[in-house]
């Protein structure tokens, strides 16, 4: 550890994280899947693990109204272990990251199959739970003092004992450090105390005025709060240009089947193209092949992904009758669409040939 680093994480954790536990008690947010009672086993572990996984790289305001619609259909590991692929992805469309609702259903599968684990080694065998998921889901819902480091956590810890470089390189040290808070304090109190600074004050624009740790911040003393943690390089965004195309034929419309794997597994999908030239698509050249009788396009929009940026041309074509197509597509009548779990971008299309949105089509 840089300078002090050393001398400050030998401090009693369970003294110096005290004013945390009592601030949480005060102010934390109510959530649906947050026990009033901190000082007992969690009523609904699978609650806990189904909020778990949904927050995973996900803000808490977008997860709410997924989590409370996720359990009204779903409110137990054995409706989830024999649910459909179908219902699992519709209720999770929109959310992102679809592979943590596959992983949520084999989750349940093993539950609802064993019965829950007893320990951390256990959670961590659950397809999904990682180290810090697995740890969250031991302390908040079973009042086990195993440390939960996710990206607020170590930032908190980070600015707390300062802490200049990457913590996550002193995982370890940090866990065992951490232990003694969780269990003079109680595991779920201190574990979500933390997660909730690191989500308000302690973000990574630091609010230190009202932070219950002020006091005693080793980064706030130094002046350098704002450069705790260092900031990680960024990977580099692949920009591509996207036709879209939707294509009708007697009431129905052409759509990729759901992939078996991969990022996108078990969503539906608009046909697309990625394009070489500019923008200024020609549409008998994107249209070629499908005898389309009528094109209609939209205004394009920008996808953002974590590794990459799409130029989104939309785009209808209207041919005079179902064509044959391959196995892995197929034509659903229009009824249909709604029903079929997609991803955001092929949303957005899907609402602009049903009519639910108020974007204007350009006739060609």
């Not at 008690?25 to 778990?52: F, G, I, K, N, T």
């Not at 036709?243 to 991969?262: K, M």
Request: charged residues 20%.
């Amino acid at each position: 550890m840089a300078r002090e680093n050393t001398g400050s994480i030998r401090i009693e954790a369970s003294l110096l994280l005290a004013p945390l536990a009592a601030w949480f008690e005060v102010h934390r947010r109510v959530l649906p899947w947050r026990d009033s009672d901190l000082d007992r086993q969690h009523p609904d572990p699978y609650a806990v693990v189904v909020s778990e996984l949904m927050l995973q790289q996900t803000q808490v305001v977008t997860v709410v109204p997924y989590f409370q619609r996720w359990m009204a259909a779903l409110p137990t590991a054995r409706s989830l272990a024999e649910a459909s692929d179908q219902q699992v992805h519709k209720l999770w469309e929109g959310l992102g990251y679809y592979r943590r609702a596959r992983f949520l259903q084999a989750a349940a599968r093993a539950i609802h199959q064993n019965g829950w684990p007893a320990d951390l080694e256990g959670l961590m065998a659950l397809p999904g739970l990682g180290p810090y998921t697995a740890a969250a889901v031991a302390s908040i819902a079973f009042q086990q003092p195993e440390p939960a480091l996710d990206g607020n956590a170590f930032r908190v810890l980070a600015r707390l004992l300062c802490i200049e470089s990457d913590p996550k390189h002193q995982a370890t040290e940090l866990r065992d450090w951490l232990r003694p808070a969780l269990m003079a304090h109680g595991p779920s109190r201190m574990t979500q105390a933390i997660m909730e600074l690191g989500a308000t004050y302690c973000s990574r624009r630091a609010q230190c005025g009202p932070c219950p740790l002020s006091r005693s911040c080793r980064s706030l003393a130094a002046g350098i709060v704002d450069l705790i943690p260092a900031a990680a390089p960024r990977a580099k965004v692949r920009s591509v240009e996207i036709t879209l195309t939707a294509i009708q034929a007697n009431g129905a419309y052409l759509v990729n089947r759901p992939a078996p794997n991969g990022l996108l597994a078990g969503l539906w999908s608009w046909p697309f193209r990625e394009e070489a030239q500019s923008r200024d698509l020609n549409v008998a050249e994107t249209t070629q092949g499908y005898q389309a009788v009528e094109t209609r396009s939209w205004k394009g929009w920008t996808q953002i992904y974590s590794h990459r940026r799409e130029q989104v041309t939309p785009l209808l074509l209207e041919a005079e009758y179902p064509f044959p197509v391959p196995e892995h597509q197929q034509w659903v009548p229009a009824h249909e669409l709604q029903a079929l779990p997609m991803g955001k971008r092929d949303q957005r299309l899907r609402e602009l040939v049903l009519g639910n949105t108020q974007d204007a089509a350009i006739e060609s």
